[in-house]
């Protein structure tokens, strides 16, 4: 991984903004970081301007999915927050993934990620949903989908990366949540890898949260994982 600092997002999933900022303070050499829905409704512009002060990376986690003209203004509208990363569902459809391309491409260095299956689901919680797949042979219909219309970068569990590279090939970029280190508790995602074997597998990009934000110092626990990944 060319710069590791970078490839670690860090995932802000606090219930308020003093949180989060007290996070992003201690966290100096982290580049990345990644504010999901609940963050967003709560307290996005406030966390938003400061990242940007900051000159952090903005990855917006709002998995778009809707009719593909409103996920075109979607798109469009998340301009004013300039974020690096957005996310849509991938299962919107071909012309949903079209029509959220295209808007970004008015806003250069926007990449749009297609996010798969939820790392919080298993083959059991897909049949629940009418789908006679299992999460891999789902995670792989929906990259296929979404190359086939123009999506690079998709998001994944941990465990599908070496599937999708052996299938579609290298350049395909995979941002990965449900990471663990060894020294942490896995928590709510069922499909999970420690650090060192997502980016053994492939992984472009590690979503990392509750291990280093909840850690009594979050620099320590970001540094440590630096160097569980350099071994």
């Known amino acids: 991984m060319k710069d590791l600092h970078e ?13 989060a900022k007290k996070c992003v303070d201690q966290l100096e050499d982290a580049v990345f970081f990644k504010v999901g829905l609940q963050a967003f409704l709560e307290f996005g512009q406030q966390v938003i301007d400061l990242l940007q002060s900051k000159n952090k990376k903005l990855f917006l986690d709002l998995k778009f999915k809707d009719i593909p003209n409103t996920v075109y203004g979607a798109v469009k509208s998340s301009f004013k927050y300039q974020p690096d990363f957005l996310t849509i569902h991938v299962s919107g459809g071909a012309e949903m993934i079209r029509k959220a391309l295209e808007a970004a491409g008015e806003r250069p260095g926007l990449t749009i990620l297609g996010v798969t299956v939820l790392t919080s689901l298993s083959d059991k919680d897909l049949a629940e949903t009418g789908i006679a797949l299992s999460t891999e042979d789902a ?6 989908l979404g190359l086939n219309n123009g999506l690079k970068s998709f998001v994944c569990s941990p465990q599908e990366i070496e599937p999708i ?43 990392i949260g509750r291990p280093i934000t ?18």
């Open 7 to 19: 490839k670690i997002i860090i995932a802000l999933d606090y219930d308020s903004y003093d949180e």
């Open 139 to 144: 995670v792989l219909k929906l990259c296929e």
């Open 165 to 207: 590279k052996k299938r579609f090939g290298k350049d395909v970029v995979l941002v990965t949540p449900g990471i663990r280190p060894q020294w942490s508790v896995k928590g709510d995602q069922k499909r999970v890898f420690t650090p060192e074997m997502a980016v053994a597998a492939g992984s472009n990009y590690l979503v």
């Open 214 to 231: 909840q850690h009594e110092n979050p620099s320590a626990a970001f540094n440590q994982i630096l160097q569980e990944i350099l071994k």
